[in-house]
């Protein structure tokens, strides 16, 4: 097929370009290299299919985007394009969040909505569930977020919907629970915490670390967005892990792996949900979801290619 990520050069969006190549498709992706984090690090993102036969890099934003002709021909569209992190999108960035979630997801739909795709695929959040009234929490459980960033992820679900049910776009919003694998965007924690146990430096932990998350590891979360737009599903899906542990257990096991980390104790911040979890039931049925990369295993897989970056940069000096 030939398809279309937007967000390509992300953590998530690099892994679903190798899977696409791997498998045989065309695939354009689609990146505008935000500085939220170094943009050097999306460039090694890419380095596994730049220069790839069947892949195309476009440096462009959404917004001002030539997207009719960038969709022409297209199969599908895997729109992972956004603004992340909880913590920032308070106060004075809440317009970047409404710019790069709301209004980038709405000129893609309008482009989308007559160029004849088989499925738009968006990445949702967990964090539209805020703290769920129960768990494992099901897609049916009114959504409530506690954070601006949860916020604009399910305005852009409710987008998708509507130009689903009003122009029969065939469009699918998977929420993702707490993805984490290599190449992890470095502000997120795992990735911080693998970084401090190799080094034996310091990891900063929001919170008692008693909260829980539904961890769940990129590979299985590509292969779900994959699977979601080969299959007739349409609507709305949790992809989980279904690895439900606290922070504290993890800082163990990553101590295991990598060495011990020295923990740092903060306060719970503004928009940080206390747990997760969840039910899978939807993505199972609708397009055979089903997690295979246990936490230590993806971890292990963490630590691997941590390591391997380190001794990189070593040679490199």
Same mark, same amino acid.
């Given at each position: 097929? %030939? ?19 791997? %498998? ?13 984090? @170094? ?16 892949? @195309? ?11 009719? +002709?960038?969709? @022409? ?11 992340? =992190? ?5 106060? /004075? ?26 499925? &738009?695929?968006?990445?949702?959040? /967990? ?34 919907? &509507? ?9 699918? /919003? ?32 929001? +919170?008692? =670390? ?8 990129? +590979? ?10 080969? /299959? ?38 503004? +928009? ?6 969840? @039910? ?13 990369? =246990?936490? %230590? ?21």
């Amino acid at each position: 097929m %030939r398809c279309v990520v937007t967000g390509a050069a992300g953590f998530v969006g690099s892994h679903l370009c190798e899977l696409l190549l791997a %498998r045989g498709d065309d695939v354009v992706g689609i990146d505008c290299f935000t500085d939220y984090y @170094d943009p050097r690090c999306k460039e090694t993102n890419l380095a596994q299919v730049l220069g790839h036969e069947r892949f @195309d890099l476009v440096r462009a934003d959404l917004l001002n985007a030539p997207l009719a +002709g960038l969709l @022409d021909g297209a199969d599908v569209v895997y729109h992972l394009a956004g603004q992340p =992190g909880v913590r920032p999108s308070w106060g /004075s960035e809440f317009g970047t969040y409404v710019s790069h979630n709301i209004l980038a997801t709405q000129v893609l739909l309008e482009a989308a909505r007559t160029s004849g795709l088989r499925k &738009l695929v968006y990445a949702s959040s /967990s964090s539209v569930y805020g703290d769920a009234e129960c768990y494992p929490t099901a897609e049916t459980l009114r959504p409530r977020p506690i954070s601006p960033y949860g916020v604009t992820k399910l305005a852009g679900e409710h987008l998708c919907e &509507l130009y689903r049910k009003a122009f029969g776009l065939p469009t699918v /919003s998977l929420r993702l629970f707490t993805v984490y694998g290599p190449r992890q965007r470095p502000d997120m924690a795992f990735s911080r915490l693998v970084a401090a146990g190799l080094r034996g430096s310091v990891f900063q932990l929001y +919170g008692d =670390g008693l909260q829980t998350r539904d961890f769940t590891y990129v +590979g299985d979360v590509v292969q779900a967005m994959s699977s979601a737009a080969r /299959s007739e599903f349409t609507g709305v899906a949790n992809i989980g892990g279904g690895s439900r542990i606290s922070m504290n257990d993890v800082i163990e096991i990553v101590s295991e792996l990598a060495g011990q980390p020295v923990i740092r104790r903060l306060p719970v911040q503004d +928009g940080d949900v206390r747990d997760t979890a969840a @039910d899978i039931t939807t993505a199972a049925e609708g397009f055979g979801y089903a997690p295979r990369v =246990g936490l %230590r295993e993806g971890l292990a897989e963490m630590v691997a290619a941590e390591r391997l970056a380190g001794q990189a940069v070593r040679l490199s000096a």
